[in-house]
């Protein structure tokens, strides 16, 4: 007979079915304020835990992680809840009689948030060891309206250097998840399979990265939203490495399952002795009813839950940084002392030396890895430089690449092999730079001393920790498999920055990888500040500035704001702008602008500084929907609470100079509206057709504007 249960908060509940003769499943995850059409029961059901082992894969053809043979032997055993502060937590465990494991899987709702988090522990608690070769951290349903695909469109996210966060979506029928061959055989499927499933082949549609970028070519998020409801769900796989989620169609509906590292795609596998365990990479999920606007709010409550908690969250201090289109990693005493003066003048808070400041010889690049102040570009010390910043009221930092030692680096030699990331015994190199494996003893050893003798020695309190390389599938040095390697490093690296937070609890970290190369949730999550690009065009910076805060916390998204002294007024103020809403990250020759350009960025400062609190607390939104890479005009909303803000960004002349803008979703409909940046332009917002028209009355483009909206 089957049994089912529910668990959740006041705004999620997920249901889950079992049966003596049936795995657990997480038949529906439903938002408190969705329209929801249930479903009937499903003699073969999606398991709620997924595994392949030993060559023991799928119960059916194709390549879907789905059905899998040990999946479907899992059977429910008990569940136990606990309470946290601010949390509920559910810990279920399912067993594998045939197959001799155990699957535990711990998930945690937190109180405000339609979000839930998994992550699974799976235990060899048979008699002989068994080699994984994937198991999902999340596997369910996707239940939204009257779960009827053709009514659904699919959120996906591109993501290059300098080109990240390239948002679009399509319904899902038209090229993703494509009606298939509609095949019914039980005689084709499940051999060896204990359930014997049934089951109809579709389509599926499956995202990946592939390396320690993360983030390099896509983003690991997905969102599907229910276009005659507004029901929608969103997730993300929550690994600084590789990752994999996919959705596929069943008889009984569509399934999600998100994966950290696997075998065919990653190269990973892991042998269990009896009596070990392995846990998966961590997956989260988030549901609405009011569209993916709404999701998002959902999911940006469980980040600001699961971020490491650290005053840089709610203080968000203005950071000048002297690279981007600036000293482009040339720094030297006599070049920044005026940067520094200029910078506290505008109202800098902090200030980064960026890379070059450890190099006498000329190319940084391949030099890096030692970290010792270079004596060519600061004769008196760069001791001189940090104590300036200090006398001007900032407080100073630098930039790190901790990850990497440059092939011409002195490190490269004092350093053991087993300090680097190899392939059969040789050290892997890549852009010529070794790769740290933080593993190892003498690598972390190596790092603690340079970041100790910076923060100890010259007081720097901020790192800008960035990472220009990519793994490949990582290292076979100490590991089981190069998947099983980068995976271990990747939790070794987000140890060591949790161990220097605690270490150093005044630390302000900035994750950097070539912009956002590296900017998972994982990683995110331990830093106060994630670089959003490398762009150095401040027009086409905007779009990734307007679709950060889909992947990462509105407070946490350093977006560029780089004047120069080329810059008209108005290109000043869109240079601006893109900062203002997120977390103003500065750069720019200050020292060569003129008195009007200077007040143009000393306001925009004076603005972050009076909304970047309630910037902390918003949820985001985009009225006239996510940008694409193209669009002319473009639109970022923050609400928090009964107000809010709408950042407003046009590249190309206003028509005759009126432009009237629809806008749309469930925080579009404010009741007042005033400008308090940008462009010379008149706003009349007319709320019962949801018109926004501006008047543009400047002669100079492009056109921007910040507002602030009242409900």
Same mark, same amino acid.
């Given at each position: ?472 599938? +990582? ?9 099983? +390697? ?71 998204? +350093? ?153």
């Amino acid at each position: 007979m089957t049994e089912q249960f529910t668990w959740g908060n006041d705004h999620v509940q997920a249901t889950f079915t079992y049966a003596d003769d049936q795995p657990l499943s997480l038949t529906a995850i439903r938002a408190a304020d969705g329209d929801y059409t249930d479903v009937a029961p499903f003699p073969y059901p999606q398991s709620f835990v997924e595994i392949t082992a030993d060559g023991f894969m799928q119960g059916n053809m194709g390549s879907r992680y789905s059905e899998t043979m040990i999946g479907n032997d899992l059977r429910y055993a008990d569940r136990h809840e606990e309470r946290l502060d601010d949390a509920s937590r559910l810990r279920i465990t399912m067993h594998s009689a045939t197959y001799g494991l155990e699957a535990e899987a711990v998930l945690t709702t937190p109180d405000d948030a339609a979000a839930i988090n998994v992550a699974v522990r799976v235990t060899n608690i048979g008699t002989a060891p068994i080699t994984l070769t994937s198991v999902s951290s999340l596997s369910a349903y996707v239940r939204l309206g009257d779960n009827d695909p053709d009514h659904w469109d699919l959120y996906t996210t591109k993501s290059d250097w300098a080109a990240e966060n390239r948002w679009s979506h399509e319904p899902i029928r038209t090229n993703q998840l494509v009606k298939s061959l509609g095949l019914k055989s039980a005689s084709i499927l499940s051999v060896g399979n204990p359930t014997s499933s049934c089951i109809e082949i579709g389509g599926t549609v499956t995202h990946q990265s592939s390396t320690s970028r993360s983030t390099g070519s896509e983003e690991p998020t997905g969102a599907i939203v229910d276009r005659v409801t507004g029901t929608a769900i969103v997730w993300q796989a929550e690994n600084n490495g590789p990752w994999l989620w996919q959705l596929g169609e069943r008889p009984d509906g569509v399934y999600l399952d998100v994966y950290g590292p696997t075998d065919i795609e990653h190269h990973w596998s892991l042998s269990l002795a009896p009596g070990e365990s392995f846990t998966t990479t961590p997956a989260t999920v988030a549901v609405s009813g009011k569209g993916f606007d709404g999701a998002i709010a959902e999911m940006t409550r469980y980040r600001r839950f699961d971020v490491l908690d650290h005053p840089d969250h709610t203080n968000l201090p203005v950071i000048f940084n002297d690279y981007m289109n600036t000293l482009s990693g040339d720094p030297t005493t006599e070049r920044e002392l005026p940067l520094i003066d200029a910078a506290a003048k505008a109202g800098a808070e902090y200030y980064c030396v960026d890379c070059g400041w450890y190099d006498d010889g000329g190319d940084w690049w391949p030099s890096v890895g030692e970290w010792q102040e270079s004596k060519h570009r600061f004769p008196n010390g760069f001791k001189e430089v940090l104590d300036h910043i200090r006398e001007r009221g900032m407080k100073p930092g630098v930039w790190l690449e901790p990850e990497v030692i440059g092939v011409n680096s002195p490190m490269a030699e004092k350093l053991p092999d087993s300090a680097f990331f190899q392939r059969d015994g040789k050290r892997i190199v890549t852009h010529m730079r070794y790769l740290l494996d933080i593993r190892d003893a003498a690598a972390k050893a190596h790092l603690d001393a340079t970041v100790d003798h910076l923060v100890d020695d010259l007081g720097v309190r901020f790192f800008k920790f960035d990472y220009n390389v990519n793994t490949g599938a +990582g290292t076979d040095h100490d590991a089981p498999s190069r998947g099983e +390697g980068q995976l271990e490093a990747g939790r070794a690296y987000l140890e060591w920055i949790d161990d220097l937070h605690a270490r150093h609890p005044d630390l302000t970290i900035e994750t950097c990888s070539s912009g956002a190369m590296r900017s998972d949730w994982a990683t995110v999550s331990h830093s106060q500040i994630q670089s959003t690009s490398d762009q150095t065009d401040y027009i086409q910076y905007a779009n990734i500035a307007a679709s950060a805060p889909a992947i990462m916390l509105p407070e946490q998204a +350093g977006n560029w704001a780089y004047p120069n002294r080329f810059m008209t007024p108005a290109q000043t103020r869109y240079a601006m702008l893109a900062g203002i809403v997120g977390r103003l990250y500065l750069s720019g020759y200050l020292t060569q602008m003129d008195d009007e350009q200077l007040h143009l960025v000393t306001t925009a400062l004076d603005i972050h500084k009076t909304i970047r609190h309630e910037v902390a607390h918003s949820t985001p939104f985009w009225p006239i929907g996510l940008p694409q890479w193209n669009d002319d005009v473009l639109m970022l909303g923050l609400r928090s609470g009964n107000h809010g803000y709408l950042a407003l960004w046009k590249k190309t002349p206003i028509s005759e100079g009126r432009l009237t803008l629809q806008l749309d979703g469930y925080d579009a409909g404010f009741s007042g509206i005033t400008q308090l940046f940008g462009s010379d332009s008149a706003v009349a917002w007319t709320q019962t057709d949801a018109a926004l028209t501006i008047d543009d009355r400047s002669d100079d483009d492009p056109f921007c504007a910040l507002y602030k909206v009242t409900y």
